[in-house]
């Protein structure tokens, strides 16, 4: 402690008035009016270490006008209920370290700078509850052993959650974020409820021992999270970054004009994305899912390298890369081809060269499984990845008879390419039959030669 304790006795770590050597709670009571007299709004209230009842609470915010300025109030330890309704700090606030063993109700309360209750314990409620910050709030390491309300709460500088510990029921429904929310490392025991907020939110490895529901309008991430129940994402206009997440219950992602990446998550219940307007799945590499559903994404730029179960993904709606069209020239054989347009993974994009630089998990075994393996709804795509199956597996030169096979009928999906063979069979053997036929002709239109005499 950086401060000169109470002399009342050594167990007691309030700071000690300059001209009694006693904290406030200590005070003789004839000399407490004296020390209240020389509060006033605005000015400095330190009180830290001090134990603080609910009557002196009270009296203390009489003192000060309920507009108190610069509060340093670390370590406090507030036995009675905490209740701050129309009181505004001007100045910023300092709860480092202290102790809330009653409710704890900052409903209406008004700051003006910022907020640090880092380390603080909530024994019983807490709320913020429709609460404005002009600046920063900290809530780093706190312990919430109760429900811990935060809705409609106003951030002007952003919340910081880091390491926090949320034990019961959570909710930040309506909130404005200012600068973003960081709840990195946090632990929500009961449910979160984390809906229409507004600003940028991150959940890096915090564990939601129960179910959990996000929502946000700015950026939103839970790379590395565990989720032990479900785990429900709506955002809108924004990023999502869900790589590495774990979760053992259902997951809904619901995509509106977005973007996310669910690059190596383990999604253990049923899994659903959906999109509407321009929602974009960037990736499910290495991503472990028995049962994935795709609806109305755009997965032209999607990576599905690594990917667990792809039998167990289906598509619905979605749109896909294409192949680029036209005769192309190339140094392996053959060296002149003819490419129609058909739709295709990424991955084939940047292992042939058509796109990004090459990906080493692209090869022509795994993208012939996961061609074989995704069952898109429609029958335009489905027809063009069996197709494609078939081209990775003779990419991949396992079986001779895939090039003949290709080169005669395109894997009996592009019969036009056999009928053009026979067209070109028949011509050449009319071609033959035709010059057949004049050579003899000709032979028998000749003039026999004169035969010669003895």
């Not at 603080?120 to 811990?148: I, N, P, Q």
């Not at 940028?200 to 529901?213: I, L, Q, S, V």
Request: proline letters at 4%; aromatic letters at 8%.
């Amino acid at each position: 402690m950086d401060w000169v304790t109470c002399a009342y006795s050594a167990a007691c770590t309030g700071i000690a008035s300059r001209t009694t050597g006693f904290c406030l709670a200590h005070l003789a009571p004839d000399e407490l009016p004296q020390a209240l007299d020389e509060m006033s709004p605005g000015r400095l209230l330190d009180l830290r270490g001090t134990t603080v009842s609910g009557e002196l609470l009270s009296r203390v915010l009489e003192a000060t006008g309920g507009r108190p300025g610069r509060a340093r109030l670390d370590r406090v330890r507030f036995t009675g209920d905490v209740r701050l309704s129309g009181v505004t700090f001007t100045g910023d606030v300092s709860l480092d370290g202290a102790r809330f063993e009653r409710l704890a109700s900052f409903f209406g309360a008004r700051f003006e700078g910022n907020v640090s209750l880092a380390g603080a314990r909530f024994t019983r409620e807490l709320s913020f509850h429709g609460v404005t910050v002009r600046g920063h709030v900290s809530l780093d390491r706190a312990v919430m052993s109760r429900d811990a309300l935060f809705s409609q709460a106003v951030f002007g500088h952003g919340l910081s959650c880091e390491r926090a510990r949320f034990d019961g029921y959570a909710t930040f429904d309506g909130a404005r974020l200012g600068d973003g929310a960081a709840f990195r490392g946090a632990r929500f025991g009961r449910t979160l409820s984390f809906r229409k907020v507004s600003g940028n939110a991150g959940f890096e490895a915090a564990h939601f021992a129960a179910d959990a529901y996000l929502s946000a309008t700015g950026r939103l991430s839970a790379a590395r999270a565990r989720a032990d129940g479900l785990l429900d994402v709506t955002v809108s206009r924004c990023g999502v970054d869900l790589r590495g997440v774990e979760v053992a219950g259902a997951t809904t992602l619901r995509l509106t004009d977005s973007q996310a990446d669910l690059e190596g998550a383990v999604l253990r219940g049923p899994a659903t994305v959906t999109g509407r307007g321009r929602s974009v799945l960037t990736s499910l590499r290495q991503v472990d899912a028995r049962e994935l559903a795709l609806y109305g994404l755009d997965l032209s730029a999607c990576r599905f390298a690594g990917l667990a179960h792809p039998s167990g993904v289906r598509v619905k709606d979605c749109t896909f890369a294409l192949t680029p069209r036209g005769l192309r020239v190339s140094l392996r054989w053959p060296m002149l081809r003819w490419f129609s347009r058909r739709r295709a993974l990424a991955d084939e994009h940047t292992m042939r060269g058509w796109g990004a630089p090459d990906d080493p998990g692209a090869t022509p075994d795994r993208l012939a499984d996961l061609y074989a393996g995704l069952q898109p709804s429609d029958r335009a795509t489905s027809a063009d990845f069996a197709f494609a199956a078939m081209e990775m597996r003779r990419q991949a030169g396992h079986r001779w008879w895939l090039s003949v096979s290709w080169l005669l009928c395109g894997y009996g999906m592009r019969m036009g390419r056999a009928a053009g063979w026979f067209a070109l069979l028949l011509a050449i053997t009319t071609a033959a039959v035709m010059w057949t036929s004049t050579s003899h002709a000709e032979r028998r239109a000749e003039p026999p030669s004169p035969a010669l005499n003895p």
